[in-house]
C-alpha cells in the first residue's frame, strides 16, 4: 500500500516532534514514522540515574514548557518520556509507533520512503532518527577474546547488574563520567574509569543552560563572520552534574589512561601490567542511524552528508534534523532542536508552494 502526504518524518523522538509542531503549524500534511512502539524517543531507553543537565524550564520543546518534577531540580528520564508522550498528544501529532523506515528513495521528483508497514510518497522528507540505534564501538585489539561482559552505554541500566564484579568503564564523555559515578558510589561494584585524554570537568556552576547560550553565541558569531569561539567543546566534555562531583570530590572518579588490549580475562596496560575485569562498559559514543537514506547517495568524504542549516545539498526535498551541530547548534538537544526544526518547516513550506 502506498500513501500520499507533503512531508514524512523520520523519527518519532525530540526532533521528530519539534518537526511534527513546526510543520503543522505551516498548514502541511504530515506523517512521523517511528521504530520505537511507544512515545519518548531515545529517552525511554536511558539508564536508571540519568537526569538531564537542566532543570525543567529549560528543557523544553516549542511550544509547551516542561513541568517542573517535583522533588527535582534536574528532572529524570522517565519524566522527559512522560513530557514528550504529553506532547505528542496534546498537539495531535501523527506518529505511527513501531514503524521501522527501510530506505528512502528519488521517485519521479518526488521521494519514496519505504517502511515495515507500507510506502509513504512524500514531497519532502525530515530525517530525526538520532544516534541512540548506532552506538559506536572502537576497533580495540583483543575485544574478540574477552570473555566477560561487553555492553555499550545504550545497555546499561543499573551498579545491582554488577555487583561484586570488576567493571572497566571506558570514555572521557558525559556518559563515561555519569555511569563511572554511578558505579562507584553504588559501593558494591570494582569500577575503573578509562580515557584516551585525561577528563575536562566544566565548571561545577556549568549546566545544560549555560551550554545552550554558549552553543548559541558560537552559531552568532559564525552567522556573523566573527572569529569561531570554540562553542561547548571549548569549555570542556563533562557537566559536572551533582552525581559525578560527589563521586569525584570523594576521590571515587580516578582515571587511568587507555589500556593497550583486552585479554580472555582482563586487560592489558602500556606498562605491560595486567588487570583482570567481569564486564567492560564501552561509553565510546554514537554515530548518526542514516541507513535508511543509503539508496539516495548523498555521503560525501568520510561519509558526511554535506548540508546547508538541515536542508541537504544533493537533496533538496530532504532534511537532518537532531543530530548535534552538523545540523543546527546543539539540535541533539530538547531545548536545541526547536530552532532548526522551524527553520526546517519554513523551508519546506516556501519550497512546496512554488
Request: with cysteine; charged share 20%; hydrophobic share 40%.
Amino acid at each position: 500500500m502506498t500513501s500520499a502526504v507533503d512531508v514524512v518524518v523520520v523519527g518519532g523522538g525530540q526532533a521528530g516532534l519539534a518537526a511534527g509542531h513546526h510543520l503543522r503549524r505551516q498548514g502541511l500534511d504530515f506523517v512521523i514514522l517511528d521504530a520505537d512502539a511507544a512515545p519518548g524517543g531515545s529517552w525511554q531507553h536511558m539508564w536508571d540515574s540519568l537526569h538531564l543537565f537542566s532543570p525543567a524550564e529549560h528543557s523544553s520543546l516549542p511550544g509547551r514548557l516542561m513541568p517542573a518534577q517535583p522533588g527535582e531540580a534536574y528532572p529524570d528520564a522517565g519524566h522527559v518520556v512522560d513530557y514528550l508522550a504529553d506532547y505528542e498528544k496534546r498537539y495531535n501529532l501523527s506518529v505511527q509507533h513501531g514503524t521501522r523506515v527501510d530506505a528512502v528513495r528519488r521517485n519521479a521528483g518526488q521521494l519514496m520512503v519505504e517502511a515495515d508497514t507500507g510506502t509513504w510518497r512524500a514531497r519532502a522528507v525530515i530525517s530525526a532518527t538520532g544516534t541512540w540505534s548506532r552506538p559506536f564501538l572502537p576497533a580495540t585489539p583483543g575485544r574478540e577474546v574477552f570473555t566477560g561482559r561487553q555492553l555499550h552505554t545504550v545497555n546499561y541500566r543499573s551498579p545491582a547488574d554488577f555487583a561484586g564484579q570488576r567493571v572497566i568503564v571506558v570514555g572521557g564523555g558525559n556518559s563515561g563520567a555519569q555511569i563511572a559515578a554511578d558505579l562507584t558510589l553504588d559501593g558494591h561494584v570494582n569500577v575503573t574509569w578509562v580515557t584516551q585524554r585525561p577528563p575536562r570537568f566544566l565548571p561545577d556552576d556549568i549546566d545544560g543552560r549555560a551550554l545552550f547560550d554558549v552553543a548559541t553565541a558560537r552559531r552568532r558569531a559564525l552567522e556573523e563572520g566573527r572569529s569561531d569561539t570554540g562553542g561547548v567543546a571549548s569549555l570542556g566534555d563533562i557537566v559536572a552534574v551533582p552525581p559525578v562531583r560527589s563521586a569525584r570530590d570523594a576521590g571515587l572518579l580516578s582515571v587511568r589512561p587507555m589500556f593497550t588490549r583486552l585479554t580472555a580475562d582482563g586487560v592489558r596496560w602500556d606498562d605491560g601490567s595486567h588487570s583482570g575485569a567481569d564486564a567492560v562498559v564501552w561509553c565510546t559514543g554514537f554515530r548518526p542511524a542514516l541507513a535508511h537514506l543509503a539508496p539516495l547517495n548523498l555521503r560525501g568524504p568520510r561519509g558526511h552528508i554535506p548540508t546547508d542549516g538541515t536542508r541537504v545539498l544533493g537533496e533538496p526535498h530532504l532534511h537532518l534534523l537532531g543530530y548535534g551541530d552538523w545540523t543546527g547548534p546543539a539540535s541533539a538537544t530538547l531545548i536545541g532542536v526547536g530552532r532548526p526544526a522551524r527553520e526546517a518547516a519554513h523551508q519546506i513550506a516556501r519550497q512546496l508552494s512554488t
